[in-house]
């Protein structure tokens, strides 16, 4: 074969080669959805973060704005410190209220950002003062049961109540 | 009776200080090799024209085999997941099952026995020729002018190879789930990119592919080069260059998932 064929062959085998890797590292992976350069980071300590993971998605509206990158607990308060990075794109005003969320019944956890009134808007460093905890299933059900039985055990008392 | 004791104990000592002196042989043999292929680099045409042979000619059975690979995992993936109402999910479970294991090891198994037995065949008719002795005789390192740049060639086409394998088979997969079978093309993607780290699946799989590339080419130059110079030999050597090989790659693919991949946050 002749030997500039060859060469050229194999220009397009590495070409191909190296733009799959390109392809795989944009396309399928995580590295096009990343635009770590122009954000800015807030916190907020919750109760109880339930299955919260770090890198899980944090929505405003549905929409992903940013990321959670830290999770330490805290020794003093005894609650969760919850580091998020968001996309400097998306400003949220002081008041706004952050939740742990459950995308669909068996999804994964993310934090959804709810804005208030406020005038002035987070800026880098800010605590988020509202937030609210995650809904652990069994604490639900063990509430659901306490409240049924209290329920009965009040109308079982009216009922002993107006035999008398 | 005791004679025969004493013989059967004298053929596992044979057998056993037989591996491992083939094996201090190879791994000598590999050192070499790498020692001496600062000539391959400095004629880079030697490797160019090898990548041709182990590169380009592989491409055909990667491509065919990523895509029908990527399909097949398309339509089990969907069978499974719908039950569960999770078909979206398919995306997911194609690119990581892909860019973490089916990529690197069927890329390489294909690889070992379409790159790796060619390699093994021409090395070792080129000793059984009497040609890596003639190249000897004009003072021409056989190891340096032979083996080194198929070596390189192997060690730089396996990667791109389980690249192109595994995007091919996404694609695959893209083909069965969103354009044959109708779950959402958003979703597919959307999922796939949530759930692929680049560092954490990507980058871990190329260090396999690497791993796999090294330990391909080296059994096989290897296993060339130490044939009995005769055509039974030749064939006994290429048929152990793909035993081998399947073997290094699965068991190698064993250790480093269990380094990479364990306790995953």
Redesign the interface.
Known sequence: ?Q?TT??L??G???M???G??L???L???????YSSAASYTLTGSFENIGGL???A?VKGAGVVVGRVTDIQFNTKTYDAVVTLSIDNRYQFPKDTFASILTSGLLGEQYIGLAAGGDETALKNGDKIMKTNSAMVLEEMIGRFLFDKASENKKTDDDKSGNGD | MPRRIVIGIRGVGHRVIDSVWRLGYASRFFLLTLLKSGTSFRRFGLIIRELYFTGVLSLVIIVVSGLFVGMVLGLQGYETLQRFGAESAVGTMVALSLVRELGPVVAALLFASRAGSAITAEIGLMKATDQLAAMEMMAVDPIARVVAPRFWAGVISMPLLAAMFSIIGVFGGYMVAVVLIGVDEGSFWSQMQDAVDFRYDIVNGIIKTCVFGVAVTAIAVFEGYDAAPTAEGVSGATTRTVVTSALAILGLDFVLTSVMFRGMS
């Not at chain 1, 396309?27 to 959805?33: D, E, M, R």
């Open positions: 074969m030997r060859m060469d062959w194999v397009v085998f590495v191909a080669g190296i799959a890797l392809l795989l590292a396309k399928v992976g995580n590295l096009g959805t993971k770090v890198k998605p």
